[in-house]
């Protein structure tokens, strides 16, 4: 059981928009430590997809964006796409375990 | 380009010992932390170990405290992972990433090799 709670499943069809939430607490988002986003298509290594809270990598598109509030955290896809179907996870550091942590996983399918 | 090539993954029986090693390119390896983090079979991402660029301090998850030891060589940009009493629940594809932040408990992982499987069963 991850310290940072994702959906572990979320859907949605061409074009459409979906939001993933990361909900954690006051030992990692509630304590002000920043929130990273990371798609994994399958089969595939895990690519950095938003980092800082809301900052993208050069080459992802602007399609993505995360945001940050409270001790909760979102990632937001517009326009969504076949290509975009994969699993996304949170990340963040956890004061009480002392260490970086990751929540358990969304799997997005385009429906 | 930033290119992780990690190897030496393989079967290994419970209790015996392996070492992961993560060979680095295009970028300045010295400057940089780095960190292995693994994904069991159909499993989400849990972070293993950190270690700062000099090498100096090193940084471990509560499941592996004690049986892992993370290393690197600057002069041959080269990451390491020395597993030791390894367990079922160790067995996991584990990949070597860079670290990139500007503080460092808000540490992210901006690049990620391939992963190298690591099967521990007798």
């Known amino acids: 059981q991850s310290v940072l709670t994702q959906p572990p499943s979320v859907s949605g069809a061409p074009g459409q928009r979906v939001t993933i939430s990361c909900t954690g607490s006051?030992?990692?988002?509630?304590?002000?430590?920043?929130v990273h986003w990371y798609q994994q298509l399958p089969g595939t290594a895990p690519k950095l997809l938003i980092y800082?809270?809301?900052n993208r990598p050069s080459g992802v598109p602007d399609r993505f964006s995360g945001s940050k509030s409270g001790t909760s955290a979102s990632l937001a896809i517009t326009g969504l796409q076949a290509e975009d179907e994969a699993d996304y996870y949170c990340?963040?550091?956890?004061?009480?375990?002392?260490?970086?942590?990751f929540g358990g996983g969304t799997k997005l399918t385009v429906l | 380009e930033v290119q992780l090539l990690e190897s030496g993954g393989g079967l290994v029986q419970p209790g015996g010992s392996l070492r992961l090693s993560c060979a680095a390119s295009?970028?300045?390896?010295?400057?940089?932390?780095m960190s292995w983090v693994r994904q069991a079979p159909g499993k989400g991402l849990e972070w293993v170990s950190t270690?700062?660029?000099?090498?100096?301090?090193?940084y471990y998850a509560d499941s592996v405290k004690g049986r892992f030891a993370i290393s690197r060589d600057n002069s041959k940009n080269t990451l390491y992972l020395q597993m030791n009493s390894l367990r079922a629940e160790d067995t996991a594809v584990y990949y070597c990433?860079?670290?990139?932040?500007?503080?460092?408990?808000?540490?992210?992982?901006?690049?990620w090799g391939q992963g190298t499987l690591v099967t521990v069963s007798s």
């Open positions: 990433a860079k670290v990139e932040g500007s503080w460092w408990l808000s540490l992210y992982f901006d690049y």
């Open positions: 295009g970028f300045a390896f010295s400057s940089y932390a």
């Open positions: 270690i700062r660029a000099s090498g100096d301090n090193t």
């Open positions: 006051s030992s990692n988002i509630g304590a002000g430590y920043d």
């Open positions: 800082g809270n809301n």
């Open positions: 990340q963040s550091y956890d004061s009480s375990l002392g260490g970086w942590v």
